[in-house]
């Protein structure tokens, strides 16, 4: 390491720019996850992709686990022609490969909550000009699974 790149890295990591080892991990799990995609058939690739959410969902702690579990029941149960995919090393649910809504681990993402969001793929604009695109989940009530199910259904038109 040269004396400039030694002080490059310094400089990053007391002045906060640069990104967190989290970001790069995640970083690295998309990356993997595209490369992923380009190999074997369609159908293969379906369950592998669902395969791979759920063991992603299985090595989550409590309480992330039972809420990733019963999101994944509630969204494909509501919009079944969503795929589950990984996107960014959590679970996802995707329309023709694009990515409609996802789960972000809390814990995981060393945050206070986790979040249920959804992209821009998404069909939920509303008239007034202002919608909500991510929730915070500490729990997931069964009210709260009736919404979730409602956005789901909204969101994939």
Known sequence: M????K???TQDQTSGQG?????????KQRAAELKQEGRGGRGSKAAADEAAVLA???EMQEPDRSVAER???VVTTAAPELA???????PAWARAGKVVCFFRSGQVDKERYSTFGFSAQADLDDEGGLWATSY???ELSEAGEAT???LVKRAVG
């Open 2 to 5: 040269t004396p400039t790149s």
């Open 7 to 9: 002080a490059k890295k």
């Open 19 to 27: 990104f967190s080892p989290e970001e790069r991990d995640a970083m």
């Open 56 to 58: 992603k969902i299985a």
């Open 71 to 73: 999101l994944h029941v």
């Open 84 to 90: 589950p995919k990984l996107w960014y090393g959590q």
């Open 136 to 138: 915070a989940l500490s």
């Open 148 to 150: 979730i199910a409602e």
